[in-house]
C-alpha cells in the first residue's frame, strides 16, 4: 500500500499546525513529540511507502515560510534515510 500526499505549506505555519499536520498524514503514535527532531525521529521508522507531492508553485512559498522550510527539510532528509519515503515535484 503506498499512501500519497500533496504538501499544503499553508497548513505549516509553526510547530503547532505542522505537529498536526503532519499526525494527519502518518498517523503518528501519541508519544509524538510535536517537533521537528521528534517528526525526523518517527519518520526513520516509517514502514509505510509514502509519497510526498510538492507542487512547483507551491515551492516558493515554502521557501518563504520559516518552519515549512525547516519541515520540508526534515522530510527531505527522511527520504534520503529511508527508501519508504519519496519526495515528488509535480
Do not use: Q, W
Not at 15 to 43: H, K, Q, V
Not at 53 to 64: F, M, R
Request: hydrophobic residues 40%.
Amino acid at each position: 500500500m503506498t499512501d500519497t500526499f500533496k504538501l499544503d505549506p499553508e497548513r505549516i505555519k509553526d510547530r503547532e499546525s505542522m505537529a498536526d499536520y503532519m499526525d494527519e498524514i502518518f498517523c503518528f503514535p501519541e508519544y509524538f513529540g510535536r517537533n521537528l527532531d521528534a517528526l525526523a525521529d518517527l519518520l526513520s521508522e516509517e514502514e509505510t511507502e509514502t509519497i510526498i507531492e510538492i507542487d512547483h508553485l507551491n515551492l516558493a512559498k515554502i521557501c518563504l515560510s520559516d518552519y515549512a522550510y525547516k519541515t520540508l527539510k526534515v522530510l527531505v532528509n527522511a527520504a534520503e534515510d529511508n527508501h519508504c519515503i519519496v519526495i515528488r515535484l509535480i
